[in-house]
C-alpha cells in the first residue's frame, strides 16, 4: 500500500508539473487580456460622460442654428455709449493681389449696367472692421468695447463676400485666411461690414419683424431685424470724427421707420459677429413710447425714406413663448438672416429676464 500511495504522489506531481508547464502561462494570458479589455471598457464607459468643444458656438434654439456669435452681452445689462470707443485707422483697406481682380470685375459689370440705361451698383463708401477688443473697467467691470475701424467701399465688401470662390493656386479666401478655431481673428479686408440691427417694440408689446426686399442685393427675401441700418463713411462721420453707434440707429429708426429721437427709448444690447459672412452688427433694442401698432402703421403709409428695403412687415406679441414659436416657424426657421434670431433673444433677455426667456423657449422646443 506505502508503494502504491508512493507511486500515486509521483505521478500525481509529474502531471501538476505538466500541466502547470502546458496550461499555467496560456490562462495567465487569458487573464491578463481579459483585464487589459475590462479596463479599457470601464475607461470608455467613463469618457462618455466627458465632453469638449471650443469655448465659442454660435446661436442656437433647437432646430433653429445659425453662424452669429455673440462677442460681447447678454441681454440682461445694456451697454452704454461711453463704453464704446470708436478710432478710425487713416489708411483704407486693400485686397491682396489674388482677389484684387474680383473687385476691378464688379466695377466693370456696374459701368456695363450704366451704359446700358441699367441700374449700376453704387460704391459706397464703407468701413472695415480691423479689431474689436473687449475689456472690463477695474472697479465696476462694466464692459468696455474697443472698435478699430479702416476705410472701404461697397465694391471692395463685394469682391470680399466671395470667400468659397477658388483662387488660382485652388485655396479660398475662406481657407486662407480664416481659421475655424480662432472665430475673432481675421484681416480687415474680410471684415468690410459693420451695421446696427434693431429689435423695435411698439408701445402694445408687439415686436416688429421685416421682410427684406427682394430687390435688395444682400440676403433678399429674408426675415430679419425690425431696422438694420450699415455704417456709411459719408454719412455717420463728420469731418474726421468717428461714428457713433447710437446715432447710427437713431438714423436707421428714422429712415426705416419714420420715427423720431423722441418717440422712443434706445438699449445697446450686445455685439455680434456673423461668423459665415463676417459681418459685424451692434444690437440694439428700440421700445416706441406712445405708438402702438396701429399708429406705426398709420405713419409709414405716410411715407418711408427705405421703403423699398422691406416688402412684408409682421406683428408678433412681444413674449418669450410667442416670439420662440414663430422664430422656429416651419416657413420661418430656415429663412432668417443670420444675427435675426440672436437679436431677439436679447431683446427679450433685456424686457423678461434670463430666466424667463429659456424657461419659455425650453418649453417651446419640447412641444415641437
Excluded at 210 to 227: I, K, L, Q, Y
Excluded at 238 to 253: C, E, I, K, Q, T
Excluded at 264 to 278: G, Q, T
Excluded at 338 to 367: I, K, M, N, T, Y
Amino acid at each position: 500500500m506505502v508503494g502504491i500511495d508512493v507511486a500515486n504522489g509521483v505521478v500525481g506531481a509529474v502531471l501538476g508539473i505538466v500541466f502547470a508547464t502546458l496550461f499555467q502561462q496560456p490562462l495567465q494570458d487569458a487573464w491578463f487580456k481579459v483585464r487589459r479589455r475590462s479596463t479599457r471598457a470601464v475607461r470608455r464607459l467613463r469618457s462618455r460622460g466627458e465632453d469638449s468643444g471650443p469655448s465659442w458656438t454660435t446661436f442656437s434654439l433647437g432646430p433653429l442654428h445659425t453662424p452669429a456669435l455673440i462677442v460681447e452681452g447678454d441681454g440682461e445689462s445694456t451697454i452704454g455709449a461711453e463704453a464704446v470707443h470708436i478710432q478710425v485707422v487713416d489708411e483704407e483697406v486693400d485686397l491682396p493681389p489674388d482677389m484684387a481682380g474680383w473687385r476691378n470685375e464688379i466695377e466693370a459689370e456696374s459701368a456695363r449696367l450704366q451704359a446700358e440705361n441699367g441700374t449700376p451698383v453704387w460704391n459706397g463708401q464703407r468701413y472695415a472692421v480691423e479689431a474689436l477688443d473687449v475689456s472690463r473697467t477695474a472697479l465696476e467691470e462694466q464692459p468696455e468695447v474697443h472698435l478699430r475701424l479702416r476705410p472701404t467701399d461697397y465694391y471692395t465688401f463685394l469682391a470680399a463676400q466671395q470667400l468659397d470662390r477658388r483662387l488660382p493656386d485652388g485655396a479660398t479666401p475662406r481657407s486662407r485666411y480664416l481659421d475655424p478655431d480662432d472665430p475673432l481673428k481675421a484681416p480687415a479686408f474680410l471684415q468690410c461690414s459693420f451695421a446696427v440691427n434693431i429689435a423695435v417694440v411698439t408701445a402694445d408689446d408687439m415686436l416688429v419683424v421685416t421682410r427684406r426686399s427682394d430687390r435688395v442685393r444682400m440676403a433678399p427675401g429674408v426675415w430679419n431685424s425690425s431696422v438694420n441700418e450699415g455704417l456709411a463713411r459719408h454719412i455717420d462721420s463728420s469731418g474726421r470724427n468717428a461714428p457713433d453707434l447710437y446715432a447710427v440707429a437713431r438714423r436707421g429708426m428714422r429712415e426705416e421707420m419714420s420715427l423720431e429721437t423722441n418717440e422712443y427709448s434706445l438699449a445697446l444690447l450686445a455685439f455680434v459677429l456673423d461668423s459665415e459672412r463676417r459681418h459685424w452688427s451692434a444690437h440694439f433694442s428700440a421700445r416706441l413710447k406712445t405708438l402702438t401698432r396701429d399708429d406705426l402703421r398709420a405713419r409709414m403709409s405716410r411715407g418711408v425714406a427705405d421703403r423699398w428695403e422691406h416688402q412684408t412687415i409682421d406683428y408678433v406679441p412681444f413674449r418669450p413663448a410667442d416670439v420662440a414659436r414663430y422664430l422656429l416657424r416651419a416657413d420661418r426657421v430656415h429663412r432668417w438672416a443670420p444675427l435675426a434670431p440672436a437679436l431677439f433673444h436679447l431683446a427679450l433677455v433685456d424686457a423678461h429676464g434670463r430666466a424667463s426667456v429659456e424657461r419659455a423657449e425650453a418649453q417651446v422646443v419640447r412641444r415641437l
